[in-house]
């Protein structure tokens, strides 16, 4: 690892990364609202930003272009449950867009057309030099992504695949797992819905904390106050 790639993880430490995301349907799906969202992320203190599509990447590195920006891009391919950064062309893209750290789904599930995490993590680091942040959800996964290269790990997966779909993010029964077995940064990421939560994530072990819904999620949180009123 580089003074610089050093840098920009330690720059992380104990820290709140902001998802700034949207539903694709919904009007905050825009660049100039995810590119504010992010500056009034950064000006609040955040230390980092993770963002979807080349496109809102792009726009936010314009906008804050200081920021810790990991970025992904989810794109739902056939015959894969893969979505977040599935391929390395996905990972070119962000990577092209100005992104820090490339978020890429680690599981060891069925790609499409047979590419692999290692090889996608090699090519990430070797063509792009770039970080790679490995979206888990089982400490057996999170070891592979690790052995595959990965510099940091994320929980971010906790409880949306099938061998986790009964249990509910955010993993804290995963974080002391993987802070006891795994010698990278651990990003807790999902379920996050309050600065307790947050605090209580950096206290099981979490080198930083990933908040999305609870702080820009407008849609989601709306829908679920508008629900609860209505069954009242």
């Given at each position: 690892?580089?003074?610089?790639?050093?840098?920009?993880?330690?720059?992380?430490?104990?820290?709140?990364?902001?998802?700034?995301?949207?539903?694709?349907?919904?009007?905050?799906?825009?660049?100039?609202?995810?590119?504010?969202?992010?500056?009034?992320a950064?000006?609040?203190?955040?230390?980092?930003?993770?963002?979807?599509?080349?496109?809102?990447?792009?726009?936010?590195?314009?906008?804050?272009?200081?920021?810790?920006?990991?970025?992904?891009?989810?794109?739902?391919?056939?015959?894969?449950?893969?979505?977040?950064?599935?391929?390395?062309?996905?990972?070119?893209?962000?990577?092209?867009?100005?992104?820090?750290?490339?978020?890429?789904?680690?599981?060891?599930?069925?790609?499409?057309?047979?590419?692999?995490?290692?090889?996608?993590?090699?090519?990430?680091?070797?063509e792009?030099?770039?970080?790679?942040?490995?979206?888990?959800?089982?400490?057996?996964?999170?070891?592979?992504?690790?052995?595959?290269?990965?510099?940091?790990?994320?929980?971010?997966?906790?409880?949306?695949?099938?061998?986790?779909?009964?249990?509910?993010?955010?993993?804290?029964?995963?974080?002391?797992?993987?802070?006891?077995?795994?010698?990278?940064?651990?990003?807790?990421?999902?379920?996050?819905?309050?600065?307790?939560?947050?605090?209580?994530?950096?206290?099981?072990?979490?080198?930083?904390?990933?908040?999305?819904?609870?702080?820009?999620?407008?849609?989601?949180?709306?829908?679920?106050?508008?629900?609860?009123?209505?069954h009242?």
């Amino acid at each position: 690892m580089t003074a610089s790639e050093f840098n920009l993880i330690d720059a992380l430490r104990h820290s709140l990364i902001v998802s700034c995301q949207a539903p694709a349907d919904s009007p905050l799906h825009n660049q100039q609202v995810i590119a504010a969202m992010a500056q009034a992320a950064i000006n609040q203190g955040a230390a980092g930003i993770r963002i979807d599509t080349p496109a809102h990447v792009k726009a936010v590195r314009t906008q804050c272009p200081n920021a810790v920006i990991i970025g992904l891009w989810k794109q739902h391919l056939p015959g894969s449950e893969v979505y977040i950064t599935p391929q390395f062309h996905h990972a070119l893209a962000i990577a092209s867009a100005g992104a820090d750290i490339i978020a890429l789904d680690a599981t060891l599930r069925e790609r499409f057309e047979g590419e692999n995490v290692k090889e996608i993590i090699f090519r990430i680091h070797e063509e792009l030099g770039k970080l790679v942040m490995a979206d888990v959800d089982t400490i057996e996964n999170a070891i592979a992504a690790v052995e595959a290269g990965a510099d940091l790990v994320a929980t971010t997966l906790y409880g949306y695949t099938r061998c986790t779909q009964n249990l509910s993010p955010p993993g804290f029964n995963l974080l002391p797992q993987l802070k006891q077995q795994l010698k990278v940064p651990i990003i807790c990421e999902g379920g996050i819905s309050s600065p307790q939560m947050a605090r209580e994530a950096l206290k099981l072990g979490a080198y930083a904390v990933v908040v999305g819904t609870a702080i820009t999620g407008i849609d989601l949180q709306v829908k679920a106050y508008q629900q609860a009123i209505l069954h009242e």
